[in-house]
């Protein structure tokens, strides 16, 4: 009987046991609310703009600056040296170097630029020496120092390739330099010096066009080959004759300053920006 009841007990415990590891069935019903059905995502090429690259910068400005040299052929068209050496003007090659500050608006086909330019040239000097014993000996110097010019410029850039650019243009201002002469005839027979001097410092309007040819050495630094005649308008200067000493009076001559330029330059876009 003992042995009954214990075998009953057993399997009273072992039936509980196996109930209580079933689990009751779990509802799922408030999980809609957090998981939903969703529309599928949209490609991420959706989200991109897909305009040609080329496209993308017109419109844009850029701050840049340039630095150049080169050389001036230089002419003054001086009347007094004219006279003396049968009618030519002064003709010298000098050097020229400035720099340039400006904003470049991009287009569909190149550039156009705005900027402001300033640049020094060297001296354009002259002499003439002329000795005949019997007559007179002639002996005139001619100077034009410190040379320079401001210049409000325009140019437009026109793409040919990815590298290179041709660009036309020119610009107005100012310019101007420091004049200086001086000279003297001597007429040995008659035991007269007849000289001449003047100084004078010379601004006036000054104005250039030209143009040349662009190569791209990246996006931000280019080098620029150009052209460009430059011409200061006439201006008078005033010089005064002298006999032995005492004045003889003066005279009011015109001169002009020209020059074909040929130029070399290094331009650099938005300078300040960090290098990357």
Same mark, same amino acid.
């Given at each position: 009987?003992?042995?009954?009841?214990?075998?009953?007990?057993?399997?009273?415990?072992?039936?509980?046991?196996?109930? =209580?590891?079933?689990?009751?069935?779990?509802?799922?019903? !408030?999980?809609?609310?957090?998981?939903?059905?969703?529309?599928?995502?949209?490609?991420?090429?959706?989200?991109?703009?897909?305009?040609?690259?080329?496209?993308?910068?017109?419109?844009?400005?850029? /701050? $840049?600056?340039?630095?150049?040299?080169?050389?001036?052929?230089?002419?003054?068209?001086?009347?007094?040296?004219?006279?003396?050496?049968?009618?030519?003007?002064?003709?010298?090659?000098?050097?020229?170097?400035?720099? =340039?500050?400006?904003?470049?608006?991009?287009?569909?086909?190149?550039?156009?630029?705005?900027?402001?330019?300033?640049?020094?040239?060297?001296?354009?000097?002259?002499?003439?020496?002329?000795?005949?014993?019997?007559?007179?000996?002639?002996?005139?110097?001619?100077?034009?120092?410190?040379?320079?010019?401001?210049?409000?410029?325009?140019?437009?850039? /026109? !793409?040919?390739?990815?590298?290179?650019? #041709?660009?036309?243009? %020119?610009?107005?201002?100012?310019? %101007?330099?420091? &004049?200086?002469?001086?000279?003297?005839?001597?007429?040995?027979?008659? =035991?007269?010096?007849? !000289?001449?001097?003047?100084?004078?410092?010379?601004?006036?309007?000054?104005?250039?066009? %030209?143009?040349?040819?662009?190569?791209?050495? !990246?996006?931000?630094?280019?080098?620029?080959?150009? &052209?460009?005649?430059?011409?200061?308008?006439?201006?008078?200067?005033? #010089?005064?004759?002298?006999?032995?000493?005492?004045?003889?009076?003066?005279?009011?001559?015109?001169?002009?300053?020209?020059?074909?330029?040929? #130029?070399?330059?290094?331009?650099? $876009?938005?300078?300040?920006?960090?290098?990357?």
């Amino acid at each position: 009987m003992r042995t009954l009841i214990v075998w009953m007990g057993a399997l009273v415990i072992a039936t509980g046991v196996a109930t =209580a590891s079933v689990p009751d069935t779990v509802d799922l019903s !408030s999980l809609d609310s957090v998981v939903s059905p969703q529309a599928p995502r949209d490609s991420v090429w959706d989200e991109l703009s897909l305009e040609p690259v080329s496209s993308t910068r017109v419109g844009e400005q850029r /701050f $840049y600056v340039t630095g150049m040299l080169g050389e001036s052929f230089a002419t003054l068209a001086e009347p007094l040296y004219q006279d003396v050496s049968r009618g030519s003007a002064i003709n010298r090659s000098v050097f020229t170097a400035g720099g =340039a500050a400006g904003i470049a608006f991009e287009r569909d086909n190149g550039r156009l630029r705005i900027e402001v330019e300033g640049r020094g040239r060297d001296d354009v000097t002259a002499g003439f020496d002329q000795s005949l014993p019997e007559e007179f000996t002639a002996n005139f110097n001619w100077a034009a120092a410190d040379g320079w010019s401001a210049l409000f410029n325009v140019w437009r850039d /026109f !793409s040919v390739s990815e590298q290179v650019d #041709l660009y036309l243009g %020119g610009g107005v201002g100012g310019g %101007g330099y420091r &004049y200086s002469m001086a000279g003297s005839v001597a007429f040995p027979s008659e =035991a007269t010096v007849l !000289s001449y001097a003047g100084n004078a410092q010379v601004a006036s309007f000054a104005w250039q066009a %030209g143009g040349g040819v662009i190569w791209n050495l !990246s996006d931000r630094v280019a080098f620029d080959v150009g &052209y460009r005649f430059f011409s200061i308008d006439q201006s008078p200067t005033t #010089l005064t004759g002298f006999i032995d000493g005492v004045p003889l009076g003066s005279i009011v001559l015109p001169q002009q300053f020209t020059a074909s330029e040929l #130029l070399f330059g290094l331009r650099i $876009y938005e300078p300040f920006r960090r290098w990357r």
